[in-house]
């Protein structure tokens, strides 16, 4: 071959080189350290990974690679992202941080998923998992996918919820007539209308702490289902979850053991700290027995939002920090009222501690660790249900000045929901008055969210004006820890007023809206 054609040949072969593609990144299994935090993203085979932080659960990931780019579905939580891959393989980039291969480790051998199974078309079932049958859920879950399996159980208590709220409504919240095709009454601008009315209505509730969170309790054939999948297919999220549902339904030994369950499989520090305490108790100490009085004297637990409680005279608990409040019986239980529109729930045991059955403080066991023998009888307060008597789609205002009292509540909470909260104190303040627990709670909130120093007096004259210290307001008087209250509305103002510094002080910029913090 003569030179010049032995050159052009040479060349061309160098353009072609230049021509193929840059060779992908070589991704190694080991742990990759974030450079930021106590973060590891762990490659554990080519298609499987996890995310440990200390102290938590790991999350774990199908991954796959393509080029420099490594594609990481979440199947702990349901949700898909993506991290770039450096030349060298050792340096894994997210939108949260980077990650560093420290330590290397040999590949686990990659499962091959089935055919048509959920882990095969991943991203696919983590897309359609909000619109999946129980059928599917619980086959992917069987394909150890936790969120399939947690997708399941909130399946299950949407399902268990709808037939509570069904059989026990909020006539607050009911559907309005107004909204019901073949009423009469059925009217589309006039529903919308009702319907913007029921949401403000639910969301001033929320705001004055007048929505209690009821427990939903499953039925017996779903908890079962569950408690097997949580054997078979252990997780540390999803094991929490089921021991949660069983402990709300009473069934308090197939709780602990999901709860053991979940700490084998990584739990955090608490969830393993509530099944170590459980763990030493037999069948025995944790069978409940209906409550016929108050406790009295003092208990403290391991765990639980309270960790001691002092039962005294009058159905008075106190719980540190200055704070007292009022217990009572009701349906064999011990309910202490709190000041969020619900109830600290307990239940006596047998062996004569107390177990925690509300969210606050499921898996307590209190034990008594003395304190006072004997105490006086609990106060009986007489309370007025609120009325349903004023409809939504009536005037609240109409309402509340005509005397029904179920306006003045609409129109509290309206007054409520827009921030203005010196407004709503009149409406809520007649509620009071007039013996409804909730004017009086609800005119508390007004103080914790204004500070206004009349509130506390309001309730004490409206308490003295039953020479028997029965009526509800004084109640709600005797149990608010006022100086706290009054020290969470000085925050408030205190953030305020830092947002209104930092709004005074930032450069005019054009607005297409209104902002909602003004």
Not at 235 to 260: M, T
Not at 337 to 361: A, C, E, M, T, Y
Request: hydrophobic share 35%.
């Amino acid at each position: 071959m003569s030179v010049p054609r032995l050159l052009s040949a040479l060349a061309g072969g160098l353009l072609a080189l230049s021509a193929l593609p840059a060779a992908a990144a070589s991704l190694s299994c080991g742990s990759y350290s974030a450079e930021e935090g106590s973060a590891r993203f762990v490659i554990e085979s080519s298609s499987q990974a996890s995310m440990r932080y200390e102290g938590l659960a790991p999350t774990q990931y199908v991954i796959r690679q393509q080029g420099n780019t490594l594609h990481a579905a979440d199947v702990s939580n349901g949700f898909s992202t993506e991290y770039s891959l450096s030349s060298d393989g050792k340096r894994i980039t997210g939108s949260l941080g980077d990650y560093v291969l420290d330590t290397s480790s040999s590949c686990k051998t990659a499962p091959t998923p089935a055919a048509n199974s959920c882990r095969a078309d991943i991203d696919s079932c983590i897309d359609n998992a909000s619109s999946a049958t129980p059928q599917q859920l619980s086959q992917w879950c069987q394909e150890d996918l936790p969120f399939a399996c947690e997708r399941l159980l909130s399946s299950y208590r949407d399902e268990a919820q709808a037939a509570q709220q069904a059989a026990t409504p909020d006539p607050d919240l009911e559907e309005p007539a107004v909204c019901k095709e073949g009423n009469p009454q059925y009217n589309e601008a006039a529903c919308l209308a009702a319907a913007k009315e029921v949401l403000g209505i639910a969301m001033a509730k929320a705001l004055a702490g007048a929505l209690s969170s009821n427990t939903v309790v499953l039925p017996e054939p779903r908890l079962n289902e569950l408690l097997q999948l949580c054997r078979s297919h252990p997780d540390a999220g999803f094991c929490s979850e089921v021991a949660d549902a069983h402990w709300d339904a009473g069934r308090y030994l197939p709780a602990r053991e999901a709860l053991q369950l979940a700490c084998k499989a990584g739990a955090d520090e608490m969830t393993c700290k509530r099944a170590q305490a459980l763990a030493a108790l037999s069948a025995t100490d944790l069978d409940v027995a209906p409550a016929s009085s108050l406790p009295c004297g003092d208990y403290k637990a391991s765990t639980g939002l309270m960790d001691e409680l002092g039962f005294g005279n009058d159905g008075l608990v106190t719980m540190g920090m200055g704070s007292e409040l009022r217990a009572r019986l009701q349906d064999g239980a011990i309910h202490i009222r709190h000041d969020k529109g619900g109830d600290f729930v307990l239940k006596p045991l047998r062996n004569g501690g107390l177990l925690g059955i509300d969210s606050w403080n499921r898996y307590a066991v209190y034990q008594r660790t003395g304190g006072s023998s004997q105490c006086s009888a609990p106060k009986v307060f007489v309370e007025l249900p609120l009325p349903q008597d004023c409809p939504v789609g009536s005037d609240p205002q109409a309402c509340c000045d005509s005397g029904k009292l179920q306006g003045c509540n609409t129109l509290g909470h309206r007054h409520a929901l827009a921030g203005d909260w010196q407004a709503a104190a009149p409406a809520y303040q007649k509620l009071c008055q007039a013996g409804v627990r909730v004017g009086c709670e609800n005119l508390r909130s007004v103080y914790e969210n204004t500070g206004d120093e009349d509130i506390p007096g309001k309730l004490l004259s409206i308490c003295k004006r039953d020479s028997k210290g029965t009526h509800v307001a004084c109640d709600v008087y005797e149990t608010t820890n006022w100086a706290m209250a009054g020290l969470g509305a000085q925050l408030m103002r205190a953030a305020e007023d830092l947002d209104s510094e930092e709004d005074a002080d930032a450069p005019a910029t054009p607005s297409k809206g209104k902002s909602l913090r003004k």
